[in-house]
């Protein structure tokens, strides 16, 4: 069965570094996302892309957050300038009708 | 805005036990609703939806019925397994919201044996 890829697992940083969180979205699906869930709180939303630009995002996506589809499989979130409350973990999702997730990457900024 | 609350976990069940998980919404018009699942070390797994007024979805032993009188989306289960042990969000997806999705808190269920 089909399935969203997110990589890595886990990424440490520190303070002030870039950080890009990769995905694979399901091949035929034309909607990507980006979430996040800092511990112990909701699962947020970030942003939505739809045929190659950003279709909604929220307030959480601020200057420092990118997103981009460099190829034809690949989704990343880029974080130009981490901050300790960037910790969290990111999820991918892409859709056709239904949002598939990914596994998540944990980021812990340090 | 939109908005989803879930009672809080954990909920710990003993095995073959009934199962339900509150979940209520707030949102304009007739939105979407979902219950997505994640067990350990894992992604969100959707469980089950319901798009309109009165449509019961229903996955895996799992049933949830969208009651727009109530604002309302309870998981409900006849009897709970071992394997059921995860963490269950209830999400909506609004009419003039786009894609995103809106997530309550999450209920964390534990089965023991």
């Known amino acids: 069965e089909p399935e969203v890829t997110q990589t890595p697992s886990h990424q440490v940083t520190q303070m002030g570094q870039e950080v890009i969180l990769r995905c694979v979205p399901i091949s035929n699906h034309l909607y990507f996302y980006w979430y996040r869930q800092i511990l112990g709180q909701k699962v947020e939303f970030l942003v939505s892309f739809y045929n190659n630009e950003i279709s909604e995002k929220s307030e959480i996506f601020d200057d420092q957050f990118s997103v981009e589809r460099p190829d034809g499989s690949n989704f990343t979130l880029k974080i130009r300038s981490t901050k300790l409350e960037d910790s969290a973990m990111y999820f991918c999702?892409?859709?056709?009708?239904?949002?598939?997730f990914g596994p998540g990457t944990r980021l812990t900024v340090t | 805005g939109d908005s989803v609350t879930q009672m809080e976990g954990p909920v710990t069940l003993s095995e073959e036990a009934c199962l339900t998980i509150?979940?209520?919404?707030?949102?304009?018009?007739?939105?979407?609703l979902f219950w997505y699942v994640q067990y350990p070390g894992e992604g969100l797994q959707l469980l089950l939806k319901?798009?309109?007024?009165?449509d019961k979805g229903s996955n895996k032993g799992f049933e949830a019925t969208y009651r727009k009188e109530t604002t309302s989306f309870h998981l409900e289960k006849g009897s709970v397994q071992v394997s059921d042990s995860a963490v269950y969000f209830c999400a909506l997806k609004g009419n003039n919201a786009g894609n995103m999705l809106t997530f309550g808190g999450g209920t964390r269920l534990m089965v023991k044996p």
């Open positions: 509150n979940c209520t919404y707030t949102a304009t018009g007739y939105p979407s």
């Open positions: 319901a798009t309109k007024a009165d």
């Open positions: 999702a892409s859709s056709f009708y239904e949002q598939y």
